[in-house]
Nanobody, 123 residues
C-alpha cells in the first residue's frame, strides 16, 4: 500500500521554527518529485515547495522564499520542510504529495497524498 505520512506540525509563536517530515511507505521515494502544499480555512490549496527526484531542483512559493527549505533523504525515504521565521499567515494544514515526473505547483498533477499536518502560528 502506497502511503505518505506527514509529521512535525504544531503550534508555534511568530518567528519560530518547525520541521515537517514526509515519510513514504510502500514505494521508493527517490523515484518521485515531492511537493509540499498547504490549505488554510476558506482558501484553495497552494503549492509551497517542491523538490525533484535527485534534489537538483527545488522551487518555492514567493512568500516563503528565504524562510523555508525543502530537502530529502532518500536513504530514509523521507522529505523535509524546514520552516523558519514563521508568520501567522503560514497557518494551514500542510500536505506532502508525490508525482512521477518533474516538480509542479499544481495539486491536480500529484497522484499520492498524505493526510496532512496542522501548523498554527500564533502568539
Amino acid at each position: 500500500q502506497l502511503q505518505l505520512v506527514e509529521s512535525g506540525g504544531g503550534l508555534v509563536q511568530p518567528g519560530g521554527s518547525l520541521r515537517l517530515s514526509c515519510a513514504a511507505s510502500g514505494f521508493i521515494l527517490d523515484r518521485y518529485a515531492i511537493g509540499w502544499f498547504r490549505q488554510a480555512p476558506g482558501k484553495e490549496r497552494e503549492g509551497v515547495s517542491c523538490i525533484s527526484k535527485s534534489a537538483v531542483s527545488t522551487n518555492y512559493l514567493d512568500s516563503v522564499k528565504g524562510r523555508f527549505t525543502i530537502s530529502r533523504d532518500n536513504a530514509k525515504n523521507t522529505v523535509y520542510l524546514q520552516m523558519n521565521s514563521l508568520k501567522p499567515e503560514d497557518t494551514a494544514v500542510y500536505y506532502c504529495a508525490a508525482r512521477t515526473y518533474f516538480c509542479s505547483g499544481r495539486p491536480a498533477e500529484f497522484v499520492y497524498w498524505g493526510q496532512g499536518t496542522q501548523v498554527t502560528v500564533s502568539s
